[in-house]
């Protein structure tokens, strides 16, 4: 009869295409490949070769899953790293009244974009040393959330390069906090 929180993980660019299995080489598929238990369900979508991740696409997906497993509105969370940082930003700001909180990890986002996010609850995760994606993309965006009296909570591992993944999603102090968010209901909701 309850009804579980979801964590929608948006992957990488290297694991695209159409073996799943790449999708568990990073995050939270990795873990529970490796035994670890979630106290969420975990969407692990993967994207197509040579593409990125659609807003429109990842929203009609939740749509389906929300129609189909007994899930709770009100604590649903994206994470993704990469590519799927980026994703993350994107699909928040594409649908920002359904997240209970966003962990985008080593991407980047548009500032723009901080006026229809700020009252998600954000912890934004990023290699000091990264030169993939530089991580002035990450606190540009915290930037921009908090001129916006967003609250986000920035994490940058100085001396980690673009691989800040591991570290970030083999600490359990996320889940916890990802557990403890709610979907805030904005005035005029």
Not at 36 to 60: G, H, M, N, Y
Not at 62 to 68: K, P, S, T, V
Not at 130 to 145: I, K, Q
Request: aromatic share 8%.
């Amino acid at each position: 009869g309850d009804k579980w929180p979801l964590l929608l993980f948006l992957h990488g660019a290297g694991e695209r295409g159409d073996d799943l299995e790449l999708v568990k080489v990073h995050g939270p598929p990795k873990l529970i490949a490796e035994g670890q238990p979630f106290p969420f369900v975990v969407v692990s979508p993967q994207c197509p070769k040579d593409r990125r991740w659609e807003p429109i696409e990842l929203t009609a997906l939740l749509d389906e899953i929300q129609a189909n497993y007994k899930l709770d509105p009100d604590r649903i969370s994206v994470t993704g790293l990469s590519m799927g940082g980026f994703g993350t930003w994107d699909l928040a700001s594409y649908t920002p009244d359904r997240f209970a909180a966003i962990v985008p990890i080593c991407g980047g986002g548009e500032s723009f974009m901080a006026r229809h996010i700020q009252h998600i609850p954000t912890w934004i995760i990023h290699g000091g040393q990264d030169s993939g994606v530089p991580p002035e993309r990450s606190t540009e965006m915290a930037d921009a959330l908090r001129k916006r009296d967003g609250n986000p909570r920035l994490t940058i591992a100085p001396n980690t390069a673009h691989r800040v993944w591991t570290s970030a999603y083999d600490n359990p102090e996320l889940y916890g906090w990802l557990l403890q968010q709610r979907r805030v209901q904005r005035e005029g909701d």
